[in-house]
């Protein structure tokens, strides 16, 4: 299982939208591939079951309004 996540923003100036612009960038990922480690991290998140089907959702409804094959260097 593999998360994407940011520790100390202030102390390194990440942000969680940098890591995942990177990662993206340098491993040639699409939009879908995107969405799909989203949903990696509420799966592996505390968050209760409500919660966690609420975000997952809310990311499902994201990619259905983005062409699953497009590629963050498309954009």
Do not use: H, K, W
Request: glycine share 6%.
């Amino acid at each position: 299982m593999v998360t994407l996540n940011t520790d100390e923003p202030p102390m390194f100036g990440a942000t969680l939208e940098g890591e995942y612009l990177a990662v993206a960038t340098a491993l040639d990922l699409r939009a879908v591939d995107l969405a799909q480690l989203a949903g990696t991290v509420v799966t592996a998140s505390f968050l209760n079951a409500a919660s966690g089907s609420r975000l997952l959702a809310e990311i499902d409804s994201v990619v259905r309004g983005r062409l699953p094959e497009c590629r963050v260097s498309d954009i």
